[in-house]
């Protein structure tokens, strides 16, 4: 299971962009790179998925560098509702491992 | 709202009991996933059931167990509860097929407090 680090918590204001970047130099040619988003006593979120270059959708972009060794979570002109934890998870989309490794993930703190 | 639901929302108990957890997956899914997550452990794999049958083991205890029902719903059950059993318990379901997938869609948990 590749290793992932991303920054412990980050704060941004109200209709700013955040980026959060997340490292993963183990990364496997099969393994994809999927980012979580958690609130308080609620059950993780499936954001984004994507193994190279961009992946848009209606939430988030994800950014991948050619090498892939590093992505970064974009989230647009985030809001209050936006302050969550942030995890990034690398693995074979059909791995028989069965198990996905959160990390403490990122705490993004959002201000008005 | 993910389509994955657990009861109850919140369980009290005492150390020793025994307990169950239900989860039904979103419709259409077959796989079946259990997560603890506690202050000082993060979230943790425990186990994942496909259509019926265990297909992963993470670092779930062995007075821990769970199993998936032909209506595909999953219980899991704790036993000889400690008072570090103590976390949420996280039910998610997956689209995808026979493989564990990174694609899961979670439940909103159930709160066990074990006194």
């Known amino acids: 299971l590749a290793k992932t680090t991303q920054p412990i918590s980050m704060d941004s204001y109200e209709g700013q962009e955040v980026n959060i970047t997340c490292s993963h130099n183990?990364?496997?040619?099969?393994?994809?790179i999927t980012w979580y988003q958690q609130f308080p006593s609620q059950g993780p979120r499936f954001i984004i998925q994507?193994?190279?270059t961009k992946v848009t959708n209606e939430v988030a972009s994800l950014f991948i560098p050619a090498d892939r060794k590093s992505s970064t979570l974009s989230l647009p002109r985030v809001s209050l509702s936006d302050t969550a934890v942030y995890y990034c998870?690398?693995?074979?989309?059909?791995?028989?491992?069965?198990?996905?490794?959160f990390g403490r993930g990122t705490q993004l703190t959002v201000w008005p | 709202d993910s389509g994955v639901t657990q009861t109850p929302k919140h369980l009290i108990t005492a150390t020793g009991q025994r307990v169950t957890l239900r989860c039904s997956p979103r419709?259409?899914?077959?796989?079946v996933y259990w997560y603890q997550q506690s202050l000082d452990q993060g979230l943790q794999f425990l186990i994942q059931?496909?259509?019926?049958?265990?297909?992963a083991k993470g670092n779930i205890l062995e007075r821990f167990s769970a199993q998936q029902f032909p209506d595909l719903h999953s219980e899991l059950n704790l036993s000889s509860l400690e008072l570090g059993d103590s976390a949420l318990y996280f039910c998610?379901?997956?689209?995808?097929?026979?493989?564990?997938?990174?694609?899961?869609?979670f439940g909103p948990g159930t709160r066990l407090t074990v006194t």
């Open positions: 998610a379901s997956s689209p995808r097929g026979l493989q564990p997938s990174y694609e899961q869609y």
């Open positions: 183990n990364i496997a040619t099969n393994d994809y």
């Open positions: 994507g193994y190279k």
């Open positions: 998870l690398v693995g074979d989309r059909g791995s028989t491992l069965g198990r996905l490794y």
């Open positions: 419709s259409g899914d077959l796989s």
């Open positions: 059931y496909y259509n019926g049958e265990e297909r």
